[in-house]
């Protein structure tokens, strides 16, 4: 085991949808009846879309999340144990909550919507963590906790508590989130005050650009800038993170990292030689061109690929670029894994010339590294 994936699971159900349909605008109408094809049923949430990416990508990892002793459980159990019977030994399963389930309507060529049950989500704490079974692990990534009822409330104690019990055993921990409705008791929390409290115990901060400005209580914006993007990332470094990842959909992966040595030094368990190269940097990686199929879960494999090639070694560049590629891989599918190679499968189409997307974001000051097909920024100290 290198890899440890906690937090949020559910099961998704996938309609598919012919292309030329529609836009949601057009589908989405009161009373109206909506021709669709087979539906895919499958895992959701971070622990099976990051979990099941790093598998794919042969990273030992185990799984940590909680289900019903229901029918949408065991149908979760058996889809994890149909990848590996090992990936279900960490689950747990409860009989006072339902599994969380999801509905999810992803159009092709527009962004996706979600119907989702929280369930036994909600349920989930700090003392569900089986503490003394990380050893070993290299990498404790946690995701969704605005979908997770007790990890947002009393102000995010819960889940600085569990971060930062696992950051005492020398793990890198890393976190991401999910963007909660506005309106609901998770839009309404305080997270701020949450990332405050969380953030000292993460090493490595993934979160989507809109999900943070929600949270910061930033305006969210159609196109952001370099100036925007280093704003954030300094106000999020200087909450406590050590790196910090925003993921900008189709312009790719931002990083902003602290130029603190001593903040750093928990990426020492992953880069025994290379630690350095991760002090004071800013990049922006690009997507590589795809023909997008779905959108499902391209976050929590843009953040595997991340993870991968940190635990592989590589330096802020390899990882970045990683990270866009299995992103890339997963939108060539319908749901949010099947798209994704080995690692040596994703490495070869880099190392062929893989094709990247120009960006649109405007970067005054920013070059362009041609070798290494990634933007430096103004910030970046190498």
């Known amino acids: 085991m290198e890899a440890v994936v906690c937090g949020h699971i559910a099961l998704d159900v996938i309609p598919w949808f012919p292309t030329g349909g529609g836009t949601l605008s057009d589908l989405m109408v009161p ?29 030992p990892v185990s799984l940590i999340a909680k289900v019903g002793d229901d029918l949408f459980g065991q149908a979760v159990l058996d889809i994890l144990r149909g990848h590996d019977p090992t990936l279900a030994e960490g689950m747990l399963v409860t009989s006072d909550a339902p599994t969380s389930y999801t509905i999810v309507i992803s159009p092709p060529g527009t962004d996706r919507v979600f ?3 929280p369930g036994a989500n909600d349920t989930f704490g700090a003392d569900d963590v089986p503490y003394a079974q990380l050893h ?13 009822r007790r990890m947002y409330a009393d102000g995010g104690e819960e889940l600085a508590s569990l971060l930062r019990r696992v950051k005492e055993q020398g793990i890198v ?33 993934v979160p989507s650009l809109d999900e943070i400005l929600f949270m910061l ?7 952001p800038d370099g100036g925007l ?9 200087g909450m406590g993170a050590a790196v910090v990842a925003l993921k900008l959909g189709a312009e790719g992966v931002y990083l902003q990292t602290t130029p603190d040595e001593n903040r750093l030094a928990a990426l020492r368990r992953c880069l025994p030689d290379g630690a350095d190269a991760w002090l004071g940097r800013e990049l922006l990686a690009p997507c590589f061109q795809v023909e997008v199929v779905g959108t499902t879960g391209s976050g929590d494999c843009t953040v595997a690929g991340f993870v991968a090639g940190l635990l592989h070694g590589l330096p802020p560049e390899g990882a970045m670029t990683a990270a866009v590629a299995v992103g890339a891989c997963s939108v060539e599918a319908a749901d949010a894994t099947s798209g994704v190679p080995s690692w040596d499968k994703v490495q070869e189409r880099i190392a062929a010339g893989w094709a990247r997307h120009r960006t649109k974001l405007s970067l005054p000051g920013w070059e362009w590294d041609e070798q290494g097909g990634i933007w430096r920024g103004p910030g970046d100290q190498s």
Do not use: Q
């Open 31 to 59: 009373g109206k009846l909506v021709n669709v094809g087979p539906a895919i049923a499958t895992t959701g949430g971070t622990v099976s879309n990051a979990g099941l990416a790093l598998h794919r990508l042969g990273v």
């Open 115 to 117: 119907l989702h049950c």
């Open 136 to 148: 070993g692990a290299r990498v404790f990534h946690f995701g969704y906790p605005p979908l997770m």
């Open 173 to 205: 921990t890393s976190l991401d989130m999910a963007l909660p409705d506005p309106a609901s008791e998770a839009g309404r929390a305080p997270w701020r005050e949450i990332l405050e409290r969380a953030l000292p115990h993460t090493d490595l901060f």
């Open 217 to 223: 209580g930033r305006e969210a914006v159609a196109a």
């Open 229 to 237: 993007l280093a704003e954030v990332g300094c106000e999020l470094l």
